[in-house]
């Protein structure tokens, strides 16, 4: 199992920027990738950004431009730099953290229990 804790969430005016962290308690591989998902009110859960333990990136469009994910040199921390943030950013941002394994039976999932962010207009 894998433990992933995150920080950083709170509110915030538009235009402003918040640092999103997530500490996990195994490290990816080559064969794991690391990223923030969020869910708005009402809506479903989608992709925000990921990143692999090469730090390959991938963004959703929405957020492109204006959030950068980033990892340690460990790769076991995950953060989400996010500026000019709007009211529609708006969101639980959840960590999230994939293990592929040799037969895609086994590749698992973890999530971490997800912090608020609230931007204000």
Known sequence: QVQLVES????????GSLRLSCVASRTITS?????W????????????????????TNYADSVKG??????????N???LQMSSLKPDDTAVYYCYQKHFALSPKYDRDYWGQGTQVTVSS
Do not use: C, H, W
Not at 31 to 35: A, L
Not at 37 to 56: C, K
Not at 66 to 75: D, E, H, L, P, Y
């Open 8 to 15: 950083g969430g709170g509110s915030v005016q538009a235009g």
């Open 31 to 35: 064969r794991g990738i690391m990223g």
């Open 37 to 56: 998902y969020r869910q708005a009110p009402g809506s479903q859960r989608e992709l925000v950004a990921t990143i692999t333990s090469g730090d390959s």
């Open 66 to 75: 204006r959030f950068t994910i980033s990892t340690n040199n460990a790769k």
């Open 77 to 79: 921390t995950v953060y």
